[in-house]
T-cell receptor
Framework: GAGVSQSPSNKVTEKGKDVELRCDPI?????LYWYRQSLGQGLEFLIY????????KSGLPSDRFSAERTGGSVSTLTIQRTQQEDSAVYLC?????????????FGEGSRLTVL | GDSVTQMEGPVTLSEEAFLTINCTYT??????LFWYVQYPGEGLQLLLK?????DKGSNKGFEATYRKETTSFHLEKGSVQVSDSAVYFC?????????????FGTGTRLQVTL
């Protein structure tokens, strides 16, 4: 498709398990972002990629969170030893690297529920 | 740090009513300002933006003016429709030159009824 694609759309897991969330950005978009949307809170920045490198990881909440991007395209956000407070909607967005217009294109998100 | 504060919702209006959603910001530099909208079951999408003081962004009947003196970017629409029911997010970007990392507010849910 033409938009940002995320999978799974819904994930229910048990506390302590690892989860992987996938993002497929718009073709040609070299910048990729992960945000988290928790109930009653705004969007919280997690990490962004320029190509395959991540110049800004400042939003990752703990060392249980990691992300990688391969081939300048697909990205995976991994949460190890999940906790209940990790329950949220994880949003991926992409943009043209040097457009600098502020327009990010978002996927529909992956809703994570940790029991 | 940089932050965005917007009015809490939900906001409930009758169709054709006037809408204002307040947004104020704190930033160390000169940000660009945005309103994003999230319709039910869809991803966030850009509604409008303004990149410098006194600019007015507009789209789909919505408007917002970048007010540097009051650090505000309030969203307005003269006559809302049921189809405008959504969550609206105010955001800023400091335009680092190599990315468009956005700082978002908490969102305001708008419910428009007949």
């Amino acid at each position: 498709g033409a938009g940002v694609s995320q999978s799974p759309s819904n994930k229910v897991t048990e506390k302590g398990k690892d989860v992987e969330l996938r993002c497929d950005p718009i073709s040609g978009h070299t910048a990729l972002y992960w945000y988290r949307q928790s109930l009653g809170q705004g969007l919280e920045f997690l990490i962004y990629f320029q190509g395959n490198s991540a110049p800004d990881k400042s939003g990752l909440p703990s060392d249980r969170f990691s992300a990688e991007r391969t081939g300048g395209s697909v990205s995976t956000l991994t949460i190890q030893r999940t906790q209940q407070e990790d329950s949220a909607v994880y949003l991926c967005a992409s943009s043209l690297l040097r457009a600098n217009t502020g327009e990010l294109f978002f996927g529909e998100g992956s809703r994570l529920t940790v029991l | 740090g940089d932050s965005v504060t917007q009015m809490e919702g939900p906001v409930t209006l009758s169709e054709e009513a006037f809408l204002t959603i307040n947004c104020t910001y704190t930033a160390t530099g000169y940000p660009s300002l945005f309103w994003y909208v999230q319709y039910p079951g869809e991803g966030l999408q850009l509604l409008l933006k303004a990149t410098k003081a006194d600019d007015k962004g507009s789209n789909k009947g919505f408007e917002a003016t970048y007010r540097k003196e009051t650090t505000s970017f309030h969203l307005e629409k003269g006559s809302v429709q049921v189809s405008d029911s959504a969550v609206y997010f105010c955001a800023l970007s400091l335009n680092t030159g190599t990315a468009s990392k956005l700082t978002f507010g908490t969102g305001t849910r708008l419910q428009v009824t007949l």
